[in-house]
């Protein structure tokens, strides 16, 4: 295959270093993640699944979807519609706009546990503003947490008593730069599915523990009856449990994945799931701790500007429609099984993880990014803007996944012929190796 030409994408992206600091707003779509130098960085148009560069050159994404954030597909219709006909009534106004009720009827009628919402516009905010409300309520200090919850002060203090706390979180080298060291020791990390880790933190610091804050489920299943565990465990210490469906919501049900779980939170926090794609986000929380949002000062302007909330309406109407969770579980297997049975063909060591509509693989060799950007680049030129992550959506189906497995099976065929033959699949890279954790880039 001819080597990828450099285009217009990057030429912008070289000059966005210059005038932005890391040269976007968020670590996962930095080009330098997937395929540096030579990603195509930048879209035109995005539509259903598919994508087109500043070149005009055409894609099918089967990697994030709008990091996780597009269940429905890019440039929905049905969604846009509403969202342009919120626009033409004014996106903004002194007066509220009414979807704000409309949508809380809706997730409060799929949450029956759960008796108020309040609203922010971005994941990791809602979790500060989750975070705010159950040390309000609780008039405690301490967090326990496991997984990623954002970039917030709160989160990020984890890392200030432990400066590795947040590496098998999230990610490595995030420094806890500009975060008072004032608030160390109040976000204690566990793992998840590790009850003595858990059981230990409860013991140490009983009495003083606000919340529990963790995803019910992202890369693993829970074991043993964890999340029960959990929740019997907060129940019994008078602690809240919060759960952080922003990625995991819309994925195996309507609303929170709880619901499928068995296990009910005394929070929830959705984001990205729940709007495909404009800013929104919710905290949806039992009556009682809810109202703790009363006497602390939580507000802002942008949080009541109307298309959000009118376009996040009609997306979970159109998913609860079309079932669009069934699909996402059903082409999710579907790609987790074309990996093992790709790998177990070539006889390659592939570790495949993540529930079914978060599927991911990593190669078990020395140097597993170079593999990975190997499978970037080489999806690249086939049209594809893949990296080793699939989130599946309404827009994908079992012809576009038939069609890409076909693609990834010559991919892995070239890596086999290249570990058969004595090779160093690095040498095969047309640029650098992708990065892995959070690096200061240069301009
Ligand atoms: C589980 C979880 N929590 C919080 C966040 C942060 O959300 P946002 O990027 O919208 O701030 C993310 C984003 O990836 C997430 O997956």
Redesign the pocket.
């Known amino acids: 295959m001819s080597k990828i030409i450099c285009g217009k994408g990057q030429e912008l992206y070289k000059k966005a270093k210059k005038v932005i600091p890391g040269g976007t707003q968020?670590l996962?779509k930095r080009p330098e993640m997937f395929l540096p130098d030579l990603w195509p960085a930048y879209y035109s148009k995005a539509k259903g699944c598919k994508v087109w560069d500043l070149d005009g050159k055409e894609y099918t994404d089967v990697s994030y979807m709008g990091?996780?954030?597009c269940v429905n597909g890019y440039a929905n219709d049905e969604i846009d519609d509403v969202a342009r006909e919120a626009i033409s009534n004014g996106v903004m106004c002194t007066l509220n706009a009414p979807e704000e009720v409309y949508l809380a009827e809706k997730l409060l009628e799929i949450h029956p546990w759960a008796g108020g919402v309040r609203y922010a516009k971005?994941?990791?905010?809602?979790?500060a503003l989750a975070s705010r409300i159950v040390r309000a309520y609780t008039k405690k200090d301490i967090l326990l947490f496991c997984?990623?919850?954002?970039?917030h002060d709160w989160y990020l203090s984890a890392n200030i008593s432990n400066e590795n706390a947040l590496n098998d979180q999230h990610l490595s080298g995030l420094e806890p730069l500009g975060v008072p060291k004032g608030l160390a020791g109040t976000n204690l990390p566990f793992h998840y599915n590790n009850f003595e880790e858990f059981d230990e933190l409860i013991k140490r610091h009983n009495g003083k523990i606000a919340a529990v804050v963790m995803?019910p489920i992202?890369n693993d299943y829970p074991e043993n009856g964890f999340l029960d565990h959990i929740r019997k465990v907060t129940e019994e210490n008078g602690i809240l449990l919060v759960f952080?469906?922003?990625?995991?919501g819309f994925r195996l049900c309507p609303g929170g994945s709880h619901k499928v779980l068995g296990t009910t939170p005394d929070v929830a926090?959705f984001?990205?799931g729940m709007t495909n794609g404009y800013p929104l986000?919710a905290v949806v929380g039992k009556k009682e701790v809810m109202e703790a949002s009363q006497g602390t000062f939580i507000s802002s302007t942008f949080f009541t500007e109307r298309v959000s909330y009118a376009a996040t309406l009609k997306n979970i109407e159109v998913y609860i429609r079309d079932k669009v969770n069934e699909k996402q579980i059903e082409y999710g297997k579907k790609v987790k099984s074309g990996w093992e049975n790709i790998s177990k063909k070539y006889n390659l060591k592939v570790h495949i993880g993540g529930i079914d509509p978060l599927g991911h693989f990593s190669f078990d060799y020395d140097n597993p990014l170079a593999f990975k950007t190997f499978v970037t680049q080489e999806m690249l030129k086939r049209g594809y803007i893949a990296s080793n992550s699939f989130y599946t959506t309404g827009a994908h189906s079992i012809s576009i996944i038939d069609e890409y497995l076909k693609n990834i099976d010559e991919v892995f065929k070239e890596i086999s012929d290249c570990i058969n033959n004595g090779g160093d699949i690095s040498t095969k890279l047309e640029g650098p190796c992708c990065q892995a954790g959070f690096q200061r880039l240069n301009g």
């Open positions: 968020l996962s990091i996780g954030a971005a994941g990791g905010e809602a979790m997984g990623y919850h954002g970039w995803e992202r952080d469906e922003i990625t995991a926090v984001a990205k986000s």
